[in-house]
């Protein structure tokens, strides 16, 4: 039977919304009636798209503003096309609006032909059930979580990894994410409990793209990979929406900052405000800062203190940074040759690795020691006094807010975000790249207690609240659509 039918005209709401012998919805349109029975539904609906993205959502939404019902639709065909869709309303959702929206995310026009919902079978609650309390978690559960893919095109563990991996480490309810590797990436470590593939290919991407067909894809760094999943969307082979994460200005052969405009891109986050201001396009701009765990990096008693060989000096630095050329650890080295009283504590592995345990040994340097790669890496964080880096470029260096977030004092060079970052705070200072001004600066006396650091931390790099931040922006309006006033109108637009 019959409950909803295009053809009743005076049973709709509309916005935006042509109502003739059919419907033509604008960007932003909307139209909508009522379902007052509870029970199991099917509905039929015969679209097709007249320009721009072809996207639009039916939706059920109860009288709490809970969303029972969530199917997004997106065709770029011109020709048309049948959907059949199955939900259900249960008593204690009351009346419910049954809703198609083209909400901000839709970008042109389209037609819809025919639609009719019918009701199939009727549902009635024991009387156990009607005492049940439902939490209102318990209802926004109910909306689709968005298919989104993760696109991670190089082999190189770096800053824009370890960003991935502590957002991805708090799991989204409303996301249902899969990691595509071009190449092996120690990133798969940390990131095993969500699925994931290692292509090796272009074209194995291309097809995994084309036969997922996901609602989202998130993408970074390179400019191969932006140009590839952009002219699978020119050709329409892919109606997924891109997500661009700005990392760094950093400029390589393959670096994406080196294109000053955007297209197709719904929404860029970027990591800090100082960066993206240039690239020019339509899309949508969101800061999402570097996270961190600011459980696991805090200050602790640490038993590496009662090691015998970090008892014999003045002070203790630590230099957590991948052995690459760009990360300057030459000059490091070259000061703490002239620093007999401290020690320097370098960790992390990289394709230098060799050459530098190749100059400590010739120089018969004590009070260097270079660790590699270190798991526990947060521990020794609690044995430094102070955190030295002494990058030639860097984004916004993970390794400075994981000290800040253990109190200890920052020495670093003034190079890429850093500055625009965290400023002039207590406890953060900046080198020169001259060794006789930089000797004088790390003679001084310091604090190696800095409470101000690890609150900055907390406020502005918080990983699980950060998470929830990413999440929401990547599931945009699909994660939950509800009234400002339940007593008006409902109103087009994207609410969380």
């Keep these: ?5 295009l053809k009743d005209k005076l049973i709709w709401k509309t916005s935006s919304a042509n109502f003739n012998s059919t419907v033509k919805i604008n960007k932003r349109g909307y139209f909508y009636s ?3 029975r509870p029970g199991e539904y099917r509905g039929r609906i015969l679209s ?3 320009s721009g993205n072809g996207l639009y959502y039916i939706r059920v939404i109860s009288e709490d503003k809970a969303t029972l019902f969530n199917k997004k639709i997106k065709f770029t065909s011109k020709t048309w096309s049948e959907i059949i869709f199955n939900f259900k309303i249960s ?4 009346k419910c609006k049954f809703l198609i929206t083209r909400d901000l995310e839709g970008v042109g026009r389209i037609e819809i032909g025919r639609l009719s919902v019918a009701l199939k079978k009727t549902i009635k609650l024991n009387a156990k059930d009607k005492i049940k309390n439902f939490s209102s978690d318990d209802l926004t559960r109910c909306s689709v ?3 989104t893919a993760v696109i991670v095109p190089y082999g190189i563990y770096g800053g824009a990894e370890v960003y991935l991996k502590n957002i991805f480490k708090h799991k989204p309810m409303d996301l249902d994410v899969e990691f595509l590797f071009l190449k092996h990436n120690n990133l798969i470590n940390h990131i095993s409990s969500y699925r994931h593939s290692v292509l090796g290919s272009l074209n194995k991407l291309k097809h995994k793209l084309i036969m997922e067909q996901y609602d989202k894809v998130i993408f970074y760094n390179s400019k191969m990979i932006y140009s590839f999943i952009l002219n699978l969307k020119n050709e329409n082979l892919i109606n997924s929406d891109l997500v661009e ?9 393959d670096s994406l900052s080196s294109i000053g405009y955007r297209k197709n891109i719904l929404k860029i986050i970027r990591i800090s405000d100082s960066l993206c201001n240039n690239i020019k396009g339509d899309f949508l701009l969101k800061t999402i800062p570097v996270s961190i765990d600011v459980d696991l990096f805090s200050k602790k008693e640490t038993p590496l203190k009662n090691l015998s060989k970090f008892k014999r000096h003045k002070k203790i630095f630590g230099l957590v940074a991948r052995l690459s050329p760009e990360k300057n650890i030459d000059y490091a080295i070259n000061l703490f040759e002239h620093l007999p009283e401290y020690k320097l504590v370098i960790i992390g592995d990289g394709p230098l690795r060799s050459k530098f345990q190749d100059i400590i040994k010739e120089r018969a340097l004590k009070n260097i020691e270079l660790l590699g790669y270190k798991e526990n890496v947060f521990e020794y964080y609690n044995l430094f006094d102070a955190f030295l880096l002494t990058s030639k470029f860097e984004g916004t260096p993970i390794s400075i807010i994981e000290a800040m977030s253990c109190g200890i004092p920052v020495f670093s060079t003034d190079v890429g975000e850093i500055k625009n970052t965290f400023g002039n705070l207590d406890g953060i200072n900046y080198l020169t790249q001259n060794t006789s001004k930089d000797l004088n600066i790390l003679r001084k006396p310091f604090n190696t207690n800095y409470l101000n650091l690890r609150d900055y931390v907390l406020k502005n790099h918080n990983s699980l609240v950060n998470s929830r931040v990413f999440f929401e922006e990547i599931a945009g309006s699909s994660l939950l659509y509800r009234q400002v006033d339940h007593s008006k109108e409902m109103l087009s637009g994207q609410y969380f």
């Design 1 to 5: 039977m019959n409950v909803l039918d």
């Design 145 to 147: 979580a968005v298919k």
């Design 91 to 94: 008593e204690i959702h009351g």
């Design 48 to 50: 097709k798209n007249i």
């Design 245 to 253: 994460i700005y990392h760094s200005n950093f400029r390589w052969s």
């Design 34 to 36: 009522i379902l007052e």
